[in-house]
């Protein structure tokens, strides 16, 4: 399951944001602005944030259902921070109370996909944007996050059906953005340094799904396009 502290994500990229738009206002011939205004004024910068239409997914086939914004924080990805992981998480309960969870403002965590014990998919988050479920800042802005509806300790719940779609779009993540299909990218929660979470667990079968990743890859080498 996915968990920050919320605290540690305030927002460190605003002093990037502060630059661009400062060139932009110094090349417009407008006075020097107050940092708190830059921090306002941001997003109003022609080209600095994509389009976004409501409901889109960036996985064809997902879903959307929107997470609470108090789960995650807007970017520009991959173009404020550059994306170069997977995090794979078992969710600890059902498909519903995790798209439940990620609703609840209260919740404090969230990530872009939940996968299904049956294949389905639902996106809560773009890939635009930092969701906050490695409980790691640097691997939050990094990563794309995906939910496997489970519990650690039930080999059975981890079906076919739910790794053969979680490869599909995992291998389509990595034709995105250009990451290697290697465990050094494709990670557990558990491993994400100062975790103390322990999912997917001792039953998740690499192996068998970076094996999948590789087959879903090649079967659609794909371009960086999105669907
Ligand atoms: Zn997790």
Redesign the pocket.
């Known amino acids: 399951?996915?968990e920050n502290k919320a605290s540690e994500d305030t927002d460190r990229r605003i002093g990037r944001r502060a630059l661009i738009v400062g060139g932009a206002a110094a090349a417009a011939g407008t006075a020097v602005l107050a940092r708190d205004e830059l921090a306002r004024l941001w997003w109003r910068v022609p080209g600095v944030e994509k389009p976004r239409e409501p409901g889109a997914v960036d996985f064809a086939g997902a879903r959307w259902v929107a997470a609470s914004e108090a789960n995650w924080r807007r970017a520009d990805r991959p173009d404020d921070y550059g994306v170069d992981m997977v995090i794979v998480?078992v969710t600890q309960g059902s498909f519903d109370s995790a798209v439940r969870a990620f609703q609840d403002p209260g919740h404090k965590a969230s990530t872009h996909y939940i996968v299904g014990q049956d294949g389905r998919i639902t996106q809560m988050i773009r890939e635009l944007d930092v969701a906050y479920?490695a409980g790691n800042r640097d691997y939050n802005e990094r990563s794309i996050g995906i939910e496997h509806e489970g519990f650690v300790d039930r080999p059975g719940d981890l079906t076919d059906e739910m790794y053969e779609a979680s490869a599909r779009l995992t291998a389509r993540i990595c034709a995105r953005y250009d990451i290697p299909v290697d465990r050094e990218h494709i990670l557990g929660?558990v491993e994400v340094p100062g975790t103390d979470?322990t999912?997917p667990g001792p039953h998740w079968d690499w192996n068998r799904y970076l094996k999948l990743v590789r087959a879903a890859r090649t079967a659609a080498p794909d371009t960086k396009a999105l669907p």
């Open positions: 399951m996915g998480h479920h929660h979470h999912d």
